[in-house]
Every structure is written in structure tokens, then in C-alpha cells.
């Protein structure tokens, strides 16, 4: 059973940074490309970030991009997602998920989710 663990989140400032990490079980992670997603309350999820299996190929949303960093460690199972410049807009739940294939396609595993982490930015 796929199974997702976030962490990393918690209450910042305007400017500040965060680390997020996800450690992946149930599935072999080296195979797989990893979202990173996030929802603020009462709006649409939105896909933030997408590292293929190698790590060699990334891509980012234009409003996190030049701010965002993903990378992943595949010996440890864990992928990351390096938040710097944070602003208030970028206050959400923070979730990883598995793609279906190696390479960042969009066609992500929808058979668990984590509890995600909670980022909040504000003053």
C-alpha cells in the first residue's frame, strides 16, 4: 500500500523559508516521478512541483517559480521541496504524491494521500 508522509511545515514570515520533506513507502520511489501539491482553504488544489525518478528533470508553477526548489534523495526515499522568499500567498496544506511513470506527466497515483503539513506565512 502506497503511503506518504509529509513534514516540515509550520508558521513563518513574510520572506522566510521552509524545508519541506516526503518520505515514500509502499512503492519504490526511484521509480516514480513526485508532486508536490498544496491547497489553501476554500480554494483549488494546485500543483506546485513535479521531480522526475532521476531528479534530472523538474518543473515548477509559475507562482513558485525562481522560489521553489524540489529535489529528492532516492537512497533515503524522500523527496523535498526548498521554500525560500515565502509570502503570504503561499500559505496551504502542503501535499507529495507518486506519478504514475518516470518522467513529470501529470498522471498522479490517487490511492493515498498524506496528512499533508501545514504552511502558514504571515506577519
Known amino acids: 500500500q502506497l503511503q506518504v508522509a509529509e513534514s516540515g511545515g509550520g508558521l513563518v514570515q513574510p520572506g522566510g523559508s521552509l524545508r519541506l520533506s516526503c518520505v515514500v513507502s509502499?512503492?519504490?520511489?526511484?521509480?516514480?516521478?513526485i508532486d508536490w501539491f498544496r491547497q489553501a482553504p476554500g480554494q483549488a488544489r494546485e500543483r506546485v512541483s513535479c521531480i522526475s525518478s532521476s531528479g534530472r528533470s523538474t518543473n515548477y508553477a509559475d507562482s513558485v517559480k525562481g522560489r521553489f526548489t524540489i529535489t529528492r534523495d532516492n537512497a533515503r526515499n524522500t523527496v523535498y521541496l526548498q521554500m525560500n522568499s515565502l509570502k503570504p500567498e503561499d500559505t496551504a496544506v502542503y501535499f507529495c504524491?507518486?506519478?504514475?511513470?518516470?518522467?513529470?506527466?501529470?498522471?498522479?497515483?490517487?490511492?493515498?494521500w498524506g496528512k499533508g503539513t501545514l504552511v502558514t506565512v504571515s506577519s
Open positions: 509502499g512503492v519504490t520511489p526511484a521509480y516514480y516521478a
Open positions: 504524491a507518486p506519478e504514475l511513470y518516470h518522467y513529470c506527466s501529470g498522471a498522479v497515483r490517487e490511492d493515498s
